[in-house]
């Protein structure tokens, strides 16, 4: 499998950053996946405008982005949280995909990772952050992994500090891998119940 990583922030020391590190680490010990690890900051872009867009087209850097996201078969995110919601760099970044078509995340496997130096790490930002995948036709997967009290939890090698903390990650993304892995869809999977449902009712 192709996995694509990156985490939607732009500061250098960002503790999403290292989340995202540990977790292509952590995916390039396994064998047969393919790791694309890339800084956000390769993907410059303007805030989305309307008229922007009709008189120069789709920038260079959502063009970049989306044809990493096309080439991935599974993509990890790890976000950061403000205010209790998404990042306007993420959301910004997912309001410029959208104009594409087609729409590059549609379809495709996504895992949420975060971070926060609150007690939540992150969690209320990926909640949020589900909405727009959702309406874009992702799959997002339904469990979380996130770093609570994230300026504390990682050493001077940029590692987490409790080795409980890569054991939980790892879990979380061994289990997204074996579920993206899968040829069929969530709702392919629904739609087969459905149709099994419908012969049983049928009168013999």
Known sequence: MNIFLFAPSLRRGSYNKKVIR??????????NHQVELCEFNEFPM????????????????VLKLAKKIEAADAVIISSPEYNGSIPGTFKNAIDWLSRLDPVPLARKQICLLGASPG?????????????????LGAFVYPDYFGVSRAHEAF??????????QLE????????????????????DRL???FDEQ???SRPS
């Open 198 to 200: 419908k012969d049983q």
């Open 22 to 31: 540990i977790a292509a680490q952590f995916v390039e010990s396994l064998q």
């Open 46 to 61: 303007p805030m989305y405008d309307g008229d922007l867009e009709i008189s120069q087209g789709i920038p260079e850097g």
């Open 155 to 164: 050493d001077e090698n940029d590692k987490f500090k409790d080795p409980k």
């Open 191 to 193: 739609n087969e119940f």
């Open 119 to 135: 007690n939540l790490g992150g969690v209320r930002g990926n909640i949020h952050a589900r909405v727009p995948f959702h309406i």
């Open 168 to 187: 939980r990650l790892s879990t979380l993304l061994m289990d997204f891998l074996q579920f993206a892995s899968r040829k069929e869809t969530p709702f």
